[in-house]
Every structure is written in C-alpha cells, then in structure tokens.
C-alpha cells in the first residue's frame, strides 16, 4: 500500500509517517493543501490521509476536485473539526472514513487496515506464483510451506513482484510502488534489498525466481 498523507502540523505528520513506514506502508507527505491534490493526481496512491486545515486549499476542497477529476482514492480524513456536522459533511463529499484528532495511532493503522481488506478481496489475499505464496492481509510468507521472514520493504518488493509476474519491472516502477517521494534514486539501496530477498527466498532452494534482466530491471518468472 502507497498513501498520501496531507497534513500540516510537521511534528503530527512525524508521527504519523513513522507509524505507517513502521507498519510496511511507503508514505509521502505534503503540508499544503494544493501542493498535496498534484501530488494525488499524478500518483498512484491507495489511500490518502487528508487533513481539512490547510494552507492554500482546504480538505473539502481537495477532496472536491479529487472526485470531480473521478479520482477515486479511497480517503481518510484527520481533523479536529471533529461535530457531527462536520463528519457528516466530510463523508457525504466521498470520504470514506474520518477520524478526529486527537486520535490513538493504533487506531489510525487500524482504520487503514480495514481500508486494505476492502481493496483486497479475501479470495485474493493470498497471491501464488510457482512455491512462493503471500497472505497480503497477515504478511506471511512461504515457499513449498517453509516460513520466511521479510523486512517490510522486502515484502514491498515480493509483493509487487509476485503480482505482476513474467513482467519486467524497471527500477522507475519499483521507486514509484515501493519507495516515496524523498527516495534518491542514485543509490544503490534497490540491489541490496533485493539481494537480501533472493537470499531469503532461495536459501534451500534449487530454483531461483527472481531474474535480473539486463538494462531493463527485474521479473519473476512463473514455471511452466
């Protein structure tokens, strides 16, 4: 999962992020009202978490155009707005859910939780790709019943793989999935998590499933 977070308040937004990042999600993040809506728009996002107090253009307002553009990310919104009115306001204008500050990050991550169960259908939740199988939901990983303990990133990266097998996925396609916004794509931090992932997931094993392909970037390949 890829989320916006548009929030103002710096050190929220400190906490936050690193609640999210610690729980395996990538997040950006922007303080300004319409800087976050052009982010939104030319992003790929799953989830976005919208303040309403925000310079230059507020949370209804970014919310409006999100969906008069038929953008339709799903949407929490975090405010201290927080009377029946205003709630009301905000879920009739498209949010699909909102939290009033001040609020317990569990219950944040589990709000987002439930957001992600209703994007990933549970007969979907476990995706197999030759002896490799992930449970999207738990972030379990096995290959031929054997447990396989992933960072969050590498699970990222597995994940993305797995659900786009026999494609060849740049590394354009991997800083825009896997990592956010700030990442520098000069370094080589791509090759090495992707070197400790073949690791964990070949360890034991003859056949190895992800392939570099030469100036273009990666794939995993299904057997025939």
């Known amino acids: 999962m890829k989320i916006l977070l548009i929030e103002d308040e ?13 729980a395996g999600y990538v997040t950006d993040h ?6 976050g809506l ?7 996002y799953d989830l976005i978490l919208l303040d309403l107090m925000l310079p230059s253009q507020n949370g209804f307002d970014i919310l409006k155009n999100l969906r008069a553009f038929d953008n339709h990310v799903p949407v929490i919104m975090i405010s201290a707005l927080g009377t029946t009115d205003q709630i009301i306001k905000g879920l009739d204008a498209g949010a699909n859910d909102y939290l009033k500050k001040p609020f317990e990050m569990q219950e944040l991550l589990a709000r ?4 992600q169960r209703q994007q990933t259908p549970k007969s979907t939740a476990r995706v197999r790709v030759n002896d ?33 097998p026999d494609k060849v996925i740049t590394k354009t396609q991997i800083l825009d999935k896997v990592w956010n916004m700030s990442f520098d794509p000069g370094s080589n931090v791509i090759e090495v998590h992707l070197y ?29």
């Open 132 to 164: 490799l199988e992930i449970d999207l939901h738990t972030r379990q990983v096995k290959r031929d019943e054997k447990q396989i303990s992933l960072s969050n990133r590498e699970f990222l990266l597995l994940e993305y793989l797995m659900l786009n």
């Open 112 to 115: 987002v939780r439930v957001l």
């Open 196 to 224: 400790q992932l073949r690791k964990k997931i070949n360890e034991g094993f003859e056949h190895h499933h992800i392939q570099t392909v030469i100036n273009r970037g990666y794939t995993l390949k299904t057997i025939s």
């Open 10 to 22: 710096v050190k929220l937004a400190g906490f936050i992020k690193m609640a999210l990042e610690q």
């Open 38 to 44: 052009q982010s939104a728009m030319i992003n790929n």
């Open 30 to 35: 922007e303080t300004d009202g319409t800087a």
